[in-house]
């Protein structure tokens, strides 16, 4: 069974930078893709980036330039750096990995 956790939210002032880390246990990992969502208030949910088993990342305009997804395969952790993050960028922050698995989300707070 694959188990997701997230780490790293908080409240931030714009401008700022914060990384979030999701570590995985129970699959291989190393084979998998893995991807950061975010559901902002009122919103439906969306995918920030993701990052193949090569490390091929791919991330929504919004994000593009600002913000960083990377993995550790030893470790087991996919990361997102995020930079210059803006009050829309608020939103609680999912980790997906293989099998449609889910972490329990961290909250991520821009205040402007």
């Known amino acids: 069974q694959v188990q997701l956790m997230e780490s790293g939210g908080g409240l931030v002032q714009a401008g700022g930078s914060l990384r979030l880390s999701c570590k995985m246990s129970?699959?291989?990992?190393?084979?998998?893709?893995m991807a950061w969502y975010r559901q902002g208030p009122g919103k439906q949910r969306e995918l920030v980036a993701e990052?193949?088993?090569?490390?091929?990342?791919n991330y929504a305009d919004s994000v593009k330039g600002r913000f960083t997804i990377s993995r550790d395969n030893v470790k087991k952790t996919v990361y997102l750096q995020m930079n210059s993050l803006k009050p829309e960028d608020t939103a609680v922050y999912y980790c997906r990995g293989p099998f449609n698995s889910w972490g329990q989300g961290t909250q991520v707070t821009v205040s402007s």
């Open positions: 990052i193949t088993p090569g490390s091929s990342a």
């Open positions: 129970g699959s291989a990992f190393r084979g998998d893709t």
